[in-house]
């Protein structure tokens, strides 16, 4: 059945990816007929550009296609994306009609990504336990052979090699920077958090501290580890889906398109 209506989803990496890490989910996404932006954010894959970057950069990174899309989008942070995405719901709360939690951190007014990660809940994430720092740079990588263990558990060896080689290193600068949020602005948008039960990158009792604290209107769960938009990508997307129907349904702005063949196939969406 051909979909009469369209969304504009963006998709915000976590921590040591990079865009194309959502192309199993972009792929799904653009077949059911929405249009899809995942952004890479500042400095992927180069050290110093990544530690010269700031959580201002990321923000704009990711503003820049919400605004071009010229009505509200899903917008989908998946775990350190969280800050990012935290961010831009209070900077643009109008084009923001959904916004998706995806095993993400949810830091309160005044807090950084350490902050939320400096709970007890969050001392047996792999991501702890396997990151490295560099010695060149003020950032941190998480060598490729632990990738696997931390972020696609529930990945075989032969299908995460393409995920493993998109790994890059990470700013540790952002993670410190805290976020300021208002309840008249970033409190009004929809907040929709997907807990992932056998996450160990982002634990569930962490996932669960934040998004209970966070006001959230909508939590689905699925059993799946850190990655779900390559393990999971039918549930996912129909999480996404059903967000780009509900704010059509409210009275938001997905445009009639039916066929989408016409977009520029170099455009990104």
Not at 114 to 121: P, Q, R, S, Y
Not at 167 to 194: C, F, M, N
Not at 195 to 209: G, S
Request: aromatic share 6%; hydrophobic share 45%; charged share 20%.
């Amino acid at each position: 059945m051909v979909r009469t209506t369209c969304g504009h989803v963006v998709l915000v990496h976590g921590a040591y990816h990079r865009g194309a890490c959502w192309e199993p989910l972009a792929v799904e996404l653009r077949r059911r007929g929405h249009l899809v932006d995942a952004v890479d954010l500042p400095g992927r894959g180069d050290p110093a550009a990544v530690a010269a970057a700031t959580l201002a950069d990321f923000v704009e990174t990711v503003a820049r296609p919400i605004r071009a899309a010229g009505r509200p989008v899903v917008l989908v942070g998946h775990s350190m994306g969280g800050v990012t995405v935290t961010q831009v719901a209070e900077n643009l709360p109008d084009l923001i009609g959904s916004l998706v939690y995806l095993t993400a951190f949810i830091p309160a007014n005044g807090q950084s990504l350490v902050d939320v990660a400096l709970h007890e809940d969050f001392a047996g994430s792999l991501v702890i336990a396997h990151q490295r720092m560099s010695q060149d740079h003020p950032v941190s990588y998480i060598p490729v052979e632990l990738g696997r263990e931390a972020f696609y558990t529930d990945l075989a060896e032969t299908a995460y090699e393409p995920f493993g080689t998109m790994l890059v290193p990470e700013s540790t600068t952002v993670a410190i920077e805290p976020v300021a949020v208002t309840d008249d602005r970033w409190g009004r948008v929809r907040k929709v958090y997907v807990e992932t039960l056998r996450d160990l990158a982002l634990p569930i009792a962490t996932q669960r501290r934040m998004h209970q604290a966070a006001g959230i209107d909508e939590v689905h769960a699925l059993d799946t580890a850190h990655s779900p938009f390559v393990t999971d990508v039918q549930a996912v997307a129909e999480i996404l889906t059903a967000e780009v129907d509900r704010l059509t349904a409210v009275g938001g702005s997905p445009t009639s398109h039916g066929n989408l063949d016409h977009l520029d196939a170099n455009s990104g969406r």
